[in-house]
Every structure is written in C-alpha cells, then in structure tokens.
C-alpha cells in the first residue's frame, strides 16, 4: 500500500488549497479513506472522512462549510478542498487508508496558513 499526498504550501488566510492523495496497492474503491492532519505541539486529528463510494462525507466541526472531502476512483485518488483558510488549519496533512486492522499513512503535506 502507497499513499502519496501533494498540494500543500504557502497561502494567506482566506485563500485556498487542493491536496490530493494518490493510493495504490490496494483495491482502492473498496475502501472508505481519510484525511488527518497535526500542527506543531498538538495530537494528530481528523479532518474528514468519506465513504468507498463517495456517497457519505464527515467533517471535523472546525472545518465544516470551508473544506470538501472528494475521491476519483477511476484514477485512485482522494482530494481536500480547503477554502477559506485560516492561521489555525497550519499542519502536516496526511492520507489514511483504514484497511482491516491497519492503518496505512501517507508522508504528509505541509500547509502553512500566513500572510
């Protein structure tokens, strides 16, 4: 299992971000998937969640009306759209898959909210 995360950087609040997560190794449109993500000093928490088929989405009460959780499953990808940002979403973003009783991670990506 691979989980490669792309799309974070440098953006001024307010602005907006799409990060992706490129999944292989598995059969990807069987799995529900999830974004986490950690800023310096505090526990790891979850962003959002969907289902295998796209059609359920969970949010973080933080986050909800100003980031979208999207999957592809032609092209075995995740997506998070993060509008409206603000100084407090700063952190390392990371993919997870749930599968049985593992939990595969991706490297993460670093947003940085800042003007």
């Known amino acids: 299992v691979q989980l490669v995360e792309s799309g974070g950087g440098l953006v001024q609040p307010g602005g907006s971000l799409r990060l992706s997560c490129a999944a292989s190794?598995?059969?990807?449109?069987?799995?529900?998937m999830r974004w986490y993500r950690q800023a310096p000093g505090k526990e790891r928490e979850l962003v959002a969640r969907?289902?295998?088929?796209?059609?359920?989405?969970n949010y973080v009460d933080s986050v909800k009306g100003r980031f979208t959780i999207s999957r592809d499953n032609a092209k075995n990808t995740v997506y998070l759209q993060m509008n409206i940002l603000k100084p407090e979403d700063t952190a390392v973003y990371y993919c997870?898959?749930?599968?049985?009783?593992?939990?595969?991670w991706g490297q993460g990506t670093q947003v940085t909210v800042s003007s």
């Open positions: 190794g598995f059969t990807f449109s069987s799995y529900g």
């Open positions: 969907i289902s295998s088929t796209g059609d359920n989405t």
């Open positions: 997870n898959a749930p599968i049985g009783w593992y939990s595969y």
